[in-house]
Nanobody, 127 residues
Framework: QVQLAESGGGLVQAGDSLKVSCAAS????????TGWFRQAPGKEREFVAV????????NYASTVKGRFTISTDNAKNTVYLQMNSLKPEDTAVYYC????????????????????WGQGTQVTVSS
């Protein structure tokens, strides 16, 4: 059974950095694409970042490009989202999502394309 567990959220000030993690279990590393999404109160869930199963392709939402970095740790079967220069508008619950695929050079940016989701971790940025 595939399970995802996010961690690392918290309360920070504008301009600070934060790193959130997504640990996957029940699935072999490098057989899936991992995406990060976020949902602010009263808003729809939105795409943040994604990394291909090979790790060679990444994609970011325009609102976070240049500030956020998605990466993987093979040994830990974990995907990270490093968030720098945080802004109050980055405040949201951050979710990681996973889709198993045989394709090594594809990424998915729509929430409907993912089969597995974590429980989410709250990130709050104060001004």
């Amino acid at each position: 059974q595939v399970q995802l567990a996010e961690s690392g959220g918290g309360l920070v000030q504008a301009g600070d950095s934060l790193k959130v993690s997504c640990a996957a279990s029940g699935v072999t590393f490098r057989t899936y694409v991992t995406g990060w999404f976020r949902q602010a109160p009263g808003k729809e869930r939105e795409f943040v970042a994604v990394i291909s199963r090979s790790g060679g392709i990444t994609n970011y939402a325009s609102t976070v490009k240049g500030r956020f970095t998605i990466s993987t740790d093979n040994a830990k079967n974990t995907v990270y989202l490093q968030m720098n220069s945080l802004k109050p508008e980055d405040t949201a619950v951050y979710y990681c999502a996973l889709r198993i695929t045989t394709l090594s050079s594809v990424v998915f940016t729509k929430s409907t394309e993912y089969s597995y989701w974590g429980q989410g971790t709250q990130v709050t940025v104060s001004s």
